[in-house]
């Protein structure tokens, strides 16, 4: 039977070749011809692999291993790109402990066809059967078969390997991935993570600090004021506690929003009306989600989009919003609902260097949802604690995470306080704005408690999102747009998340229009504490938003690398600059002339660049 092998070869060759391509269209939307050879070649190299180095007695189980091997992969990586938007590489396995903490989320986006990637798997059982019952081929045709490997093995791996070379000069992993197929995506992402390790460790830390510095006196964020003067409004709020609250999927455009005559937020409304609100805000989150939010907030440091920063750094001393407020004696706590583990934030609050944690344990479960406690509960605990804390006569600062909004935004009957119209009962819409109408009631009894212990006089808040909520496969913008009376762009909408910052004694707001990130709120907060991060030694990749007249912030996860905010567009790279788009901020149109932001997107990639190895040479703790 001198073709049993050559035909197996062919067989799993080809089924592996065509669930890349449903990979493709899953992810694409549609399977683009001119790519899918990369997915071919790939295939050929696994399985010549399997026949090279396999017996021939072992050989048929392994064929049904590696099938089903790769179709779990694919169909993890279908998932992810499902609800994250992105293209998981190889570090994204390293999360995979986290999934069964956002179980309800993770199934939420499950379409039924993903699971075609195992519609072959009981046919090699079968096969397997069968194959038992006859006699194992011949030395010859083993040999035979080999040969045959290991021709396709070279000619493909050449294929493979032409085309990584040519995915290596292409930043925009999603444009990569469709170039290269999933598997060369792989081998690029390694690649260029081991560059990335090299060209760290050959770094010094002081130089690589010299290089972030000359690049940002570069660019000119700066008003014109006089020599030796103090930055505006520095030291407002000098000497107050401080509250940071990082709201879940909280987007900016319910702030204002009325529904059926109702506002959706009539806390932040207020709240934003007396204090500084910045609506021009975007995230810019990693692969750590809600935890790189924290990471960003406290460090103005860039995610590296390849690991979440927690597990990835969280063995390093952090220069951090905690270290800066605790030179001047301030103790420094956070709260969460959720079990301290969840995206290892008990590796990442140590390396912020926060005295204390609060976690699952502290609280009462009034079962809100899968997280367990309520904001109401997590604020209760919490207003005891800082309660006791200023009582001792310290100073604190206050980080709460909450949970009550978090997708899928299914709040309790009972604790429902919006009536959202016919027309989106049930819808994913809908349920949003009930979620965020909570979020919003929960501040309102933090502000009322901190008012009853009095403390709201001697403590600056701070409230921003830390990502997106409404998924964008299940809210057409035109129809969101149309329901609410706004203008909603999947982009530009999507990422755009409230910051307010109030300080002790302000009544009258001020509606800052400069675009921001988040890595510009720890500046921008430390900036009103009379606080100033580079006399600390602390590298901020963020600006103060009440100090600049232009911003270019970078963007590289739910958006690919090379992407920024200016304060004119959102630009988002093709395969390198020139072939990329730009969208207005302003009136949510495509901007076709993409010329005046070419220096702008070589700027955010050079930096973005120097925080990876800045950070990477931090000091480990």
């Given amino acids: 039977m001198p073709l049993r092998l050559p035909a197996a070869y ?65 169909f993890a990586a279908t998932l992810y790109f499902a609800h994250f938007g992105s293209m998981p590489t190889y570090t994204a396995l390293l999360e995979l402990h986290q999934v069964p903490q956002v179980q309800a989320s993770v199934q939420s986006t499950m379409d039924p066809l993903y699971y075609l990637f195992f519609a072959d798997l009981p046919v090699w059982v079968a096969a397997g059967f069968i194959l038992r019952k006859l006699p194992i081929m011949r030395d010859a045709s083993m040999a035979y078969g080999r040969w045959v490997a290991a021709i396709a093995l070279v000619a493909c791996a ?89 709201l879940e999927a909280f987007q900016n455009f319910p702030l204002h929003l009325k529904v059926g005559g109702q506002e959706v937020t009539p806390v932040l409304n207020e709240l934003a009306d007396e204090s500084y609100y ?84 502290n609280f009462v479960n009034d079962r809100f949802n899968e997280f367990g406690a309520s904001d109401e509960e997590l604020y209760r605990f919490g207003l005891e604690e800082m309660a006791k804390t200023s009582a001792a006569g310290t100073p604190f600062y206050a980080q709460f995470v909450t949970a009550s909004s978090h997708f899928p935004f299914k709040v309790p009957k009972d604790r429902q306080r919006l009536q959202v119209p016919e027309s989106l009962e049930g819808t994913q819409l809908g349920d949003y704005l009930i979620a965020a109408n909570y979020t919003d009631y929960a501040i309102g009894q933090l502000i009322e408690g901190l008012k009853k212990e009095g403390l709201w006089d001697r403590t600056t808040l701070a409230v921003y999102g830390d990502h997106y909520g409404l998924q964008p496969d299940d809210n057409d913008p035109a129809w969101v747009g149309k329901e609410l009376g706004i203008k909603y762009d999947s982009r530009v909408s999507r990422l755009n998340i409230p910051f307010i910052v109030h300080t002790p004694g302000q009544s009258g707001g001020q509606r800052v229009e400069q675009v921001g990130g988040q890595l510009d709120m720890m500046p921008t907060i430390a900036n009103l504490l009379g606080k100033k991060p580079r006399d600390a030694g602390i590298v901020a990749f963020g600006q103060d938003l009440l100090n600049i007249d232009r911003n270019v912030v970078g963007s590289r996860y739910y958006l690919p690398t090379g992407s920024f905010f200016n304060d004119e567009v959102l630009y988002v790279p093709g395969t390198g600059f020139d072939d990329g788009t730009a969208v207005s901020l302003d009136t949510m149109e495509p901007v076709k002339d993409l010329s005046p932001y070419r220096s702008d997107y070589d700027y955010i990639m050079k930096l973005m660049g120097l925080s990876d190895r800045y950070v990477r040479l931090l000091p480990k703790r």
């Fill in 278 to 361: 910045f609506p021009r805000v975007y995230q810019q989150i990693g692969q750590g989600n809600t935890s790189d939010a924290e990471f960003m907030a406290n460090t103005s440091i860039y995610p590296t989009a390849k690991i979440a920063m927690s597990t990835g750094y969280g063995d390093r001393a952090l220069p951090s919003l905690p270290r800066l407020l605790q030179q001047d004696g301030y103790k420094a706590f956070t709260f969460h609902v959720n079990d301290v583990k969840f995206w290892d934030r008990n590796r990442l609050y140590p390396a912020l260097n926060f005295d204390r944690y609060f976690d699952k344990p």
């Fill in 10 to 74: 062919l067989i799993l060759t080809a089924l592996l070749w065509i669930k890349m391509a449903l990979l493709r269209y899953f992810t694409f939307g549609e399977i683009a011809w001119r790519h899918v050879g990369a997915d071919a070649a790939a295939a050929a190299v696994l399985t010549s692999l399997l026949a090279l180095l396999l017996p021939g007695r072992g050989r048929g189980v392994a064929c049904w291993l590696l099938d089903a091997l790769v179709s779990t992969v694919l």
């Fill in 158 to 246: 050449g294929i493979v390997a032409g085309g990584v070379r040519q995915g290596l000069g292409i930043d925009n992993e999603l444009a990569a991935a469709d170039s290269e197929g999933f598997l060369g995506y792989q081998v690029i992402a390694a690649i260029k993570a081991d560059r990335e390790s090299r060209q760290a460790s050959a770094a010094d830390l002081a130089q690589t600090v010299s290089e972030v510095e000359a690049l940002q006196a570069s660019f000119p964020y700066r008003k014109s004021a006089s020599a030796g003067s103090a930055p505006a409004h520095f030291g407002e709020a000098a000497g107050s506690n401080l509250i940071v609250l990082q």
